[in-house]
């Protein structure tokens, strides 16, 4: 099971992510869900394309929910737009897989880091 918060040390600083709400954790997870399928040219899930709507209709962005009231700490420590979009990446894959370590692995490609997948 996943940590309830997603420790990020980006710009010489820490920032704790918590756990998105249910609502925005199952559009951001039915967002991993329709994406994988169109990448395999597989026809998404109704489910998976409906939970999505919230960013189809630009209601929300996925960058902001995925790191939720983290992304506007980080955008008034004035990080990078690099560090800003890679931290979102590292929280929205630790949300839509459960995994810390693909996380960890997202913000630091180069870094030697275990357990990078899925958690069941």
């Not at 925005?24 to 026809?43: D, E, F, K, P």
């Not at 979009?85 to 810390?100: K, L, N, P």
């Amino acid at each position: 099971m996943a940590e309830s918060t997603l420790k990020l040390e980006v710009a010489g600083r820490t920032y704790m992510v918590p756990q998105p709400s249910a609502r925005v954790g199952l559009a951001l997870q039915a967002s991993w869900t329709v994406s994988l399928a169109r990448r395999g040219n597989r026809t998404p899930p109704p489910y998976a394309v409906e939970r999505m709507a919230r960013y189809d209709n630009q209601e929300s962005d996925i960058d902001e929910d995925s790191l939720g009231p983290v992304w506007e700490q980080m955008v008034e420590d004035d990080v990078s737009i690099q560090d800003l979009r890679r931290a979102a990446w590292a929280a929205y894959a630790w949300i839509c897989t459960g995994s810390e370590a693909t996380a960890q692995k997202v913000l630091n490609p180069d870094a030697e880091v275990g357990d990078v997948g899925p958690k069941a």
